[in-house]
Antibody
Framework: QVQLQESGPGLVKPSQTLSLTCTVS??????????WSWIRQHPGKGLEWIGY???????YYNPSLKSRVTISVDTSKNQFSLKLSSVTAADTAVYYC??????????????WGQGTLVTVSS | QSVLTQPPSASGTPGQRVTISCSGS????????VYWYQQLPGTAPKLLIYRNNQRPSGVPDRFSGSKSGTSASLAISGLRSEDEADYYCAAWDDSLSGQGVFGGGTKLTVL
């Protein structure tokens, strides 16, 4: 079955850019039909949808993060990535990647990656 | 503050039936499907209910979802100790050019 795994630095300095990659195994991003998503969870808090991308490169972002977020896809590596610029301590969170089963305009996430904690600190 | 409103906590004894509510508005629950996620301690969320009331394969039929107007509910019957987890509702919100939104989560304690 499809599995997702996040990777990237666990510590980022304030004002820098957070960069994470999600590697998909057991299925091809290029097969289409799904959107590939990023979701984060602040420590001890609830979930926040960041955005998603289709294999063609079409993206959709959370309006509150849109000015700082870029999600891209590399079909040759079966990966998609998240970049969040100008980070502050408020961006400290566990970042999850997930597959959206229904396509656009839904929150049907299955499966999820295990998550990776990113701490913003100098 | 989350767009969808859930009670912060719920509890029940083994075998009991508990219900977790999720309140939204016409731009989210009122016009889109509701999804529920279970997050066991220290793990990633897991899909529990999709499209208001559908269970993925492998999810016990003790879990059920419903929706009415701008509110939704998750019911867990025959409560078990392993059900102790955080539960989140989610929906697409058509306002502000559209975005996915979650509830703040409900921590379920099995007494």
């Amino acid at each position: 079955q499809v599995q997702l795994q996040e990777s990237g630095p666990g510590l980022v300095k304030p004002s820098q850019t957070l960069s994470l990659t999600c590697t998909v195994s057991g299925g091809s991003i290029s097969s289409g039909g799904y959107y590939w998503s990023w979701i984060r969870q602040h420590p001890g808090k609830g979930l926040e949808w960041i955005g998603y991308i289709y294999y063609s490169g079409s993206t959709y972002y959370n309006p509150s993060l849109k000015s700082r977020v870029t999600i891209s896809v590399d079909t040759s590596k079966n990966q998609f990535s998240l970049k969040l610029s100008s980070v502050t301590a408020a961006d400290t969170a566990v970042y999850y990647c997930a597959r959206d089963l229904a396509g656009s305009y839904t929150v049907w996430f299955d499966p999820w990656g295990q998550g990776t904690l990113v701490t913003v600190s100098s | 503050q989350s767009v969808l409103t859930q009670p912060p906590s719920a509890s029940g004894t083994p075998g009991q039936r508990v219900t977790i509510s999720c309140s939204g508005s016409s731009s989210n629950i009122g016009s889109n499907y509701v999804y529920w996620y279970q997050q066991l301690p220290g793990t990633a969320p897991k899909l529990l209910i999709y499209r208001n009331n559908q269970r993925p394969s492998g999810v016990p039929d003790r879990f059920s979802g419903s929706k009415s107007g701008t509110s939704a509910s998750l019911a867990i019957s025959g409560l078990r100790s392993e059900d102790e987890a955080d539960y989140y509702c989610a929906a697409w919100d058509d306002s502000l050019s559209g975005q996915g939104v979650f509830g703040g989560g409900t921590k379920l304690t099995v007494l």
